[in-house]
């Protein structure tokens, strides 16, 4: 209940209580949301309010009905607004068809370059397997394979491009196939196996059998006959392709609240759109109910493109009642439905105009997920502005220049004569004339030519200004096409290279609104969908292998966070493919000097560089030539075997005491002789030349003995640089063994 207050003005006094100067009285009002809710007569007003003056603010709004329409007309050319007179150039100029067209493909590739639109982030460690097997499903089966993903985002990117506001639905689609198998002629056993194979496959299932007495060979009893019974057996098979359907929403077909500021926070947010009363009825919607809607005979498909592609139908007179079309919303509405005091979200699904017949209403959980694209978005505005917006001034500018400059041409090509009419001896000769053809006069000077000069080339220069204009509106220019900016003017490559960027500037803008707007939206509704919804396991092909795919299991993934891949950027893959390849080149020598288990570039970190790389070329499948380390993989060993170094220390050694013991011996022949001389010379007193030669051996004894001090010296010295060197060695090698257990690398032993 409330109250309300009456002021003295509005109440006359009593008798008896003369000089009361106020009085408070109380009534009460009543509310039916403070008591009982809404009723369904008070829903169906309220439903049916909403959609009108939605639709009312749309299509009264100048900047978004009429924007949107000439928008479109200037796409396919038609320039209504731009008059043509009888005899003059009908030219029309294309800016906008075709800086859209330009637009389209670079936003494309940055969705649809790589691998996954959507990466679906892990909450913790021990999540990020089943973020990727997420990540994977909702990419390839669901997007691409059920939904034509590429097709979605090239519509949605045309309607937001040239109708200001692009919006995707997303909804849950129950959808079986049904197929019947019928064996005939089976004996008791290959029933009873069939049977038995039917009852362990839930897609299968007995749907008629009969069985006829007959007589037969006894198994039993050779050349004797007996009664056998003989199984006549139908089997159906019941296929469940159930998914999540995505399909775009025409902008004459979605409906939001006039007060929107932006999507989430819409009153009222629904498609509004004409189906046939067969199709409701296979969504599930009551036939008595769909009974009750209108039909609307005089209906138009696409009220912006009708008169050029469309004409009216009339299906009153069809023999098939489900043929008959009617007008269905379904949508998201924020109401007090309940009478609690406290305004909640809706799923609604009605039908008709200014009253809306109720099909469903329930709690707002995720039957239906809007997602919405405004390239250039205005704050606190749903609808902005679009790249049409801005090119219909210039095309229209350019399509009155092109024809004046074409008019010039055709009057100087063609010009007027001043002609004597009395002296001419066939006037129809001027009328129809004919190259080469001569004309006959009376007298010379009769027709004499009047020169129009050509005035169309001052129009060139305004032509390239409103190019320039378009280029800086849309952010497109030649460069963004992959043409040689250097071979079309003489500006240097550091010039080209700065008017490139700038004109991909905008581009990427618009790409990075469309990711964290409405393509994140969109992925996040798609995995609340699958959760809620996908009540069976579904059998598809993951790296080549059969793999049973149950959302079931990801209740608590419901929230998730979900980024938006855009690829390596919007330009080219020439300078795509440079990039990688000089951090594939950075990566490769960090490995060369740190090894494969370095923390600053490991073999992952590698392989994923790889992968881009692979993708930036144009490959879809990088995975199939390059894969990751997976966990718990031993690495081969990098660091120095302890007795392998040993073995080769002890063999260096041996080999300079190799040495050392040849000079050993090389000292004491020497010696010998030197021995064998001093006996020689103690026979005589004499200086023989035995002496000399005693001397001579005696100097060379000196410098084998000083070599071989030497050769000791050295040898100690390169065996302790040796042992210096397999010590440092290996305590780096204790060091990487110890970060890569840290990295969950297992070891050697």
């Not at 403070?34 to 369904?40: D, I, Q, V």
């Not at 038609?78 to 029309?92: K, L």
């Not at 618009?510 to 969109?522: E, Q, S, V, Y």
């Not at 050769?711 to 390169?718: L, N, P």
Request: aromatic fraction near 8%; proline fraction near 5%.
């Amino acid at each position: 209940m409330a109250e309300a207050e009456l002021m003295p003005d509005e109440f006359e006094l009593e008798p008896g209580d003369e000089g009361v100067a106020y009085q408070k009285i109380t009534e009460k009002v009543i509310d039916p949301t403070e008591t009982e809710g809404l009723s369904e007569e008070q829903l169906k007003i309220l439903l049916g309010s909403e959609i009108t003056d939605a639709m009312t603010y749309i299509n009264g709004t100048e900047f978004i009905a009429d924007d949107r329409n000439t928008n479109y007309e200037y796409y396919l050319g038609i320039m209504n607004d731009v008059p043509n007179p009888q005899g003059r150039s009908g030219v029309t100029d294309r800016s906008v068809h075709t800086y859209i067209n330009m637009m389209l493909p670079s936003l494309m590739r940055v969705f649809t370059s790589g691998k996954n639109i959507a990466v679906y982030e892990p909450v913790g460690e021990e999540d990020a397997e089943t973020a990727d097997l997420i990540t994977r499903y909702v990419n390839d089966c669901v997007f691409r394979k059920d939904n034509q993903g590429d097709m979605l985002i090239r519509d949605w990117c045309w309607n937001a491009l040239v109708g200001k506001v692009g919006v995707l639905k997303s909804y849950y689609e129950e959808n079986f196939v049904k197929s019947e198998q019928t064996y005939e002629g089976l004996n008791d056993i290959e029933f009873a196996e069939l049977v038995a194979s039917t009852e362990q496959n839930p897609e299968l299932e007995v749907k008629a059998h009969t069985v006829e007495q007959m007589e037969g060979p006894n198994p039993m009893s050779p050349g004797q006959m007996t009664a056998v019974s003989v199984h006549d057996l139908t089997i159906e098979r019941t296929i469940n392709n159930s998914t999540v359907k995505i399909e775009n929403i025409d902008w004459d077909e979605f409906v939001i609240s006039r007060d929107a500021p932006n999507l989430e926070d819409a009153v009222l947010k629904s498609h509004r759109t004409f189906k046939r009363a067969g199709d409701l009825i296979a969504l599930g919607y009551a036939e008595d109910d769909i009974d009750r809607l209108p039909t609307y005979t005089d209906r138009v498909y696409n009220q912006k493109v009708n008169d050029l592609y469309y004409t009216q139908r009339d299906r009153t007179d069809s023999p098939d009642p489900m043929l008959r079309e009617v007008l269905v919303h379904e949508g998201i509405i924020k109401c007090d439905y309940d009478g609690t005091g406290v305004k909640e979200w809706y799923f609604v699904a009605g039908g008709g105009e200014q009253v809306v017949e109720i099909l469903k209403m329930e709690p707002y959980e995720c039957q239906v997920v809007f997602a919405d694209f405004c390239p250039e978005p205005i704050p606190n505005l749903f609808f902005g502005r679009c790249p049409a917006d801005s090119l219909v001034e210039i095309q229209k500018v350019q399509t009155v220049l092109t024809r004046m400059m074409l008019d010039s041409g055709y009057l100087a090509m063609t010009p007027q004569r001043e002609v004597v009419f009395e002296n001419l001896i066939n006037p129809e000769q001027l009328t129809n004339l004919s190259p080469g053809a001569p004309v006959y006069v009376n007298k010379p000077g009769t027709i004499r030519e009047i020169p129009i000069p050509f005035v169309g080339g001052q129009a060139l220069n305004m032509l390239q200004h409103f190019d320039a204009q378009a280029e800086a509106r849309t952010g497109v220019s030649k460069s963004s096409m992959g043409l040689n900016v250097d071979a079309l003017s003489n500006q240097s490559a550091t010039a080209a290279n700065i008017a490139y960027s700038a004109s991909l500037g905008k581009v990427e803008m618009i790409a990075r609104i469309f990711a964290d707007g409405g393509m994140r939206k969109l992925f996040r509704g798609v995995l609340k969908q699958l959760i809620k919804y996908q009540d069976y396991s579904r059998i598809i092909r993951m790296d080549g292998d059969a793999m049973a795919i149950d959302p079931r299991q990801w209740e608590m993934f419901t929230d998730m966070d979900v980024s938006i891949s855009t690829g390596l950027g919007t330009g080219n893959k020439d300078r795509d493919m440079a990039m990688m390849n000089q951090i594939v080149g950075k990566q490769e020598a960090i490995i060369s000097q740190f090894g494969p288990s370095s923390p600053l570039v490991d073999l992952n970190k590698y392989s994923r560089a790889l992968q881009d790389m692979a993708e930036a070329s144009g490959i879809k499948n990088p995975e199939l030539y390059f894969g990751e380390i997976p966990e718990g993989y031993q690495l081969p060993q990098q660091g120095p075997d302890k007795d392998q170094m040993e073995a080769q220390r002890k063999q260096q050694k041996d080999q300079m005491d190799f040495q050392v013991d040849m000079m050993g011996l090389q000292l004491k022949a020497r010696e010998l002789a030197l021995k064998e001389a001093e006996v020689q010379i103690s026979a005589g007193n004499t200086m023989t030349p035995a002496d000399i030669q005693k001397l001579q051996l005696q100097y060379e004894k000196m410098l084998i003995e000083a070599e071989l001090k030497r050769t000791k010296i050295a040898a100690d010295a390169e065996i302790k640089l040796q042992e210096l060197d397999v010590e440092a060695r290996l305590e780096k090698y204790a060091i990487d063994q110890k970060s890569r257990s840290g990295q969950g690398i297992i070891p050697n032993s």
